[in-house]
């Protein structure tokens, strides 16, 4: 069973709307949390990266939310843009004494429309 | 700075065939990891190198295989190519261990490889 779980799989939201991405894990111990953006045919793209003592992390208009007592992330993306089309993929990393491995969520794919 | 290069972009190989892909991680980073992405699977880690020694490994057959040099680059091989095998590989780049918190893993654009 996949340890990071997103949701909703795909949404369509309109240009200058808000919108908010989940993320729900179950690593543990957990070190840290990751969102990135993938354009469609691209590399994924570094939005923030979150430990447990942290429990928002902004860039421009992302915003990053964790709370590791639950075990949930969101990614509240404010005033969409027809550029925010792309997957929002979740990345989860768990605290370990050996060398750490990354947990992909699925992703969300967002559509933006005008 | 230069980002993660990938090289070739586009390939197409035949079953049974086996395939070399390359890397060039961004300058001064260490660690070089590798992913496979595919619609239904989504994105899975392959393995990570740094200092020319694999640290981590996915569960991937023994099919597929890689290493690092000195310099950092990276390459990665796939022998006796599947259907299955078709997918974007990406290559990543990070300072240090990528899974440890404050090390920005930096993605190349990948490699589209289709196996007919």
């Known amino acids: 069973k996949n340890q990071v779980e997103q949701s909703p799989q795909s949404l369509i939201i309109l240009e200058g709307k808000n919108c908010t991405l989940q993320c729900n894990y179950t690593v543990s111990p957990f070190s840290n949390l990751r969102w990135y953006k993938q354009d469609t045919g691209r590399g994924p793209v570094s939005l923030t990266i979150m430990t447990f003592s942290e429990n928002t992390k902004s860039n421009g208009r992302y915003t990053a939310t964790l709370d590791a007592d639950t075990k949930q992330s969101s990614l509240h993306i404010t005033a969409s843009q027809l550029s925010d089309s792309a997957s929002y993929i979740c990345v989860v990393s768990g605290r370990t004494d050996s060398w750490g491995k990354l947990q992909f969520g699925a992703g969300t794919q967002v559509v933006v429309t005008p | 700075k230069a980002g993660v290069t990938q090289t070739p972009r586009y390939l197409i190989k035949t079953r049974g065939q086996q395939v070399t892909l390359s890397c060039s991680p961004i300058?001064?980073?260490?660690?070089v990891s590798w992913y496979q992405q595919t619609p239904g699977q989504g994105l899975q880690f392959l393995f990570e190198?740094?200092?020319?020694?694999?640290?981590n490994k996915g569960n991937f057959p023994g099919r597929f295989s890689g290493r690092q040099f000195s310099n950092s680059r990276s390459e990665m091989n796939v022998s006796t190519l599947e259907l299955g095998d078709s997918a974007l590989y990406l290559c990543?780049?990070?300072?240090?261990?990528?899974?440890?918190?404050?090390?920005?893993?930096?993605f190349g654009e990948g490699s589209w490889l289709t196996v007919v």
């Open positions: 300058s001064g980073h260490r660690s």
């Open positions: 990543a780049s990070s300072l240090g261990q990528g899974a440890t918190y404050g090390n920005t893993i930096y």
């Open positions: 190198y740094f200092s020319e020694t694999q640290r």
